[in-house]
């Protein structure tokens, strides 16, 4: 957990317009879970989209 604020929110984040940016800057790029049948381990990632690459840690 990095406790970074979402860019584009407005309740926590830093409260400053951002007019370049449109919406919120928040994407899922992976996920864990267990099958719901089976209970095998799945893990499913995504590439970090274009518009975040500018911010990655």
């Known amino acids: 957990m ?3 604020p979402i860019i584009g929110e407005d309740l926590y984040g830093s409260g400053t317009p ?3 940016f449109k919406g919120l ?3 899922a790029i992976g996920l ?3 099958h ?3 209970g095998v381990p ?3 990632n995504l590439p970090l989209p274009k518009k975040f690459r500018a911010f990655s840690l």
């Open 32 to 34: 864990k879970f267990s």
């Open 18 to 20: 951002l007019p370049s």
């Open 2 to 4: 990095h406790n970074l």
């Open 36 to 38: 719901p049948i089976s």
């Open 25 to 27: 800057y928040l994407a």
């Open 42 to 44: 799945l893990s499913l």
